[in-house]
Nanobody, 127 residues
Framework: QVQLVESGGGLVQAGGSLRLSCAAS????????MGWFRQAPGEERDFVAA????????YYADSVKGRFTISRDNAKNTVDLQMNSLKPEDTAVYYC????????????????????WGQGTQVTVSS
């Protein structure tokens, strides 16, 4: 089992920045990659970014490329999401997730590929 706890959400004005952090505990060595998803009210949970545990390869949704940066610290078992140039449409609950299986094709985009989830942290961007 892997436990995930997010932190760092909050309220920010458009154009501002926030940094989310995810602390992992338990059998973290069994994870292949960590990712961030987000879910706005009435919407599906969407992929935001992911990073592989070993070589740190990163993946981003088109909507956040150039604005968000995912990073990891394997020694501390943390994964961060630096969010810059935030827009009102970035408003959502952000979830940290861990995948045990390899990324193949576009499966990194699918929430079903991730086995463990945090409780979520609210990010609100005001216009």
């Amino acid at each position: 089992q892997v436990q995930l706890v997010e932190s760092g959400g909050g309220l920010v004005q458009a154009g501002g920045s926030l940094r989310l952090s995810c602390a992992a505990s338990g059998r973290t060595g069994s994870t292949y990659a960590m990712g961030w998803f987000r879910q706005a009210p009435g919407e599906e949970r969407d992929f935001v970014a992911a990073i592989t545990r070993s070589i740190g390869r990163t993946y981003y949704a088109d909507s956040v490329k150039g604005r968000f940066t995912i990073s990891r610290d394997n020694a501390k078992n943390t994964v961060d999401l630096q969010m810059n140039s935030l827009k009102p449409e970035d408003t959502a609950v952000y979830y940290c997730a861990a995948a045990q299986g390899y990324f193949s094709g576009l499966n990194y985009l699918r929430s079903a590929h991730y086995h463990y989830w945090g409780q979520g942290t609210q990010v609100t961007v005001s216009s």
